[in-house]
C-alpha cells in the first residue's frame, strides 16, 4: 500500500528531504543532520508549545453541539440579512462592468474602422 511505502524509513527520509517540511517520524528524524534537528522553526521545543498554542482535546458534548448548529447557521443562511444578498449582487456588478467594458470596446471598435 501506498502508505506503508511512505512510512519507510528511507522513503520518509527522501520525502523531508525533498519537501523541507517537518516530520513526525522519528526513524527519519533521525536521519536528519544536526542543524535540522535543531532548526526551531521546523523542531520547536516543547516549551514553545506550551506557551504558544492551543490544542483542543476532545471538547465536550455541549461544545460540540453549539459549533455545528454555528458552522449549519452560518452555511445554510437561514437569516435574511444583507450578507446572503452579497453573493448576488456582487455577480451582478461584475455582469455589469462586463457588458459595459464589452459595448465600449465595440464602439471604439467601430470608429476605428471609420
Known amino acids: ?13 527522501s520525502n523531508i528531504d525533498y ?15 544536526e542543524e535540522t534537528q535543531n532548526d526551531p522553526v521546523s523542531y520547536p521545543d516543547e516549551d ?10 476532545n471538547l465536550s458534548d455541549e461544545a460540540s453541539r453549539e459549533m455545528q448548529n454555528l458552522w449549519t447557521e452560518m452555511k445554510s443562511a437561514e437569516d435574511e440579512n444583507a450578507n ?3 453573493v448576488p449582487i456582487f455577480l451582478l456588478v461584475c455582469i455589469g462592468i462586463i457588458v459595459f467594458v464589452l459595448v465600449r470596446r ?5 470608429k476605428d474602422i471609420f
Open 106 to 110: 465595440y464602439i471604439k471598435s467601430k
Open 19 to 33: 519537501i523541507c517540511y517537518s516530520t513526525p517520524h522519528s526513524a527519519a528524524f533521525e536521519m536528519l543532520d
Open 84 to 86: 446572503t444578498l452579497f
Open 48 to 57: 514553545f508549545i506550551a506557551e504558544n498554542t492551543t490544542v483542543f482535546v
Open 1 to 13: 500500500m501506498y502508505i506503508n511505502f511512505m512510512c519507510e524509513p528511507d522513503i520518509a527520509f
